[in-house]
């Protein structure tokens, strides 16, 4: 054997391997239509926790009322999980009953 083979591990090649990388699981965050929540509160939240424009929050707002829900965002299901419990916070201490809830993406 030659003092080369040796020093590579007997002709051995060997590659480092790479972790697979995979994409985290997404979640849709829900808004629910309600008969009680005003709607420029809802396009407050909707600006305030999922960072639209005021356009896009008077649309999806106007589809939450118009359907009954809407898709605010899709998120990693970590952050998804927390704007959810934030919304729904924010709503209950301005006592308002606007529901927002995660659905797989």
Same mark, same amino acid.
């Given at each position: 054997m030659s003092e080369h083979e040796n020093e590579r591990g007997h002709g051995l090649v060997v590659e480092e391997s790479k972790p697979k990388l995979q994409r985290p699981p997404m979640c849709k965050v829900v808004m629910i239509n309600d008969d009680f929540t005003p709607m420029d509160f809802v396009v407050q939240v909707l600006q305030q926790y999922f960072h639209h424009d005021r356009e896009k929050a008077v649309q999806i707002m106007l589809?939450?009322?118009?359907?009954?829900? #809407?898709?605010?965002? /899709?998120?990693? =299901?970590?952050? #998804?999980?927390?704007? /959810?419990?934030? =919304?729904?916070a924010y709503a209950r201490k301005h006592q308002h009953p606007l529901l927002t809830v995660m659905e797989k993406a």
């Open positions: 589809q939450i009322h118009s359907q009954g829900r #809407a898709v605010a965002g /899709t998120y990693p =299901v970590e952050i #998804a999980e927390t704007k /959810t419990a934030q =919304v729904n």
